[in-house]
């Protein structure tokens, strides 16, 4: 069993930055690949990125590239998201996420295990 718990949330101005932080539990954490997803009002909810269990992988959304930044460090069981030039279409509920094997899914029912989620808005 894997719980998951995400915090940094909040508001931000266009081309700021925000770093999201996830913190597990359980001990086979480290053996999971850790995903970030988030989910616009009245949209779907979408991956923004993935990274394997030995952070050696990882897996961007288009929107996403160049600008965020996924990691993980097993001594600490906690993934983080590193959110730069953020913009106004960013706003959105971001929600931690585990799954189980060696690959980077992009769908949401492909992963076992999801935080509450936390609010980033971005002002324009």
């Known amino acids: 069993q894997v719980q998951l718990v995400e915090s940094g949330g909040g508001v931000v101005q266009a081309g700021g930055s925000l770093r999201l932080s996830c913190a597990a539990s359980g001990r086979t954490f480290n053996m999971y690949t850790m995903g970030w997803f988030r989910q616009a009002p009245g949209k779907e909810r979408e991956l923004v990125a993935a990274?394997?269990?030995?952070?050696?992988?990882?897996l961007y959304a288009e929107s996403v590239k160049g600008r965020f930044t996924i990691s993980r460090t097993s001594a600490k069981n906690t993934g983080y998201l590193q959110m730069n030039s953020m913009k106004a279409e960013a706003t959105a509920v971001y929600y931690c996420?585990?799954?189980?094997?060696?690959?980077?899914?992009?769908?949401?029912?492909?992963?076992?295990?999801w935080g509450q989620g936390t609010q980033v808005t971005v002002s324009s």
């Open positions: 996420t585990a799954a189980r094997g060696a690959a980077l899914p992009a769908k949401a029912y492909e992963y076992d295990y």
């Open positions: 990274i394997n269990w030995s952070g050696s992988r990882t």
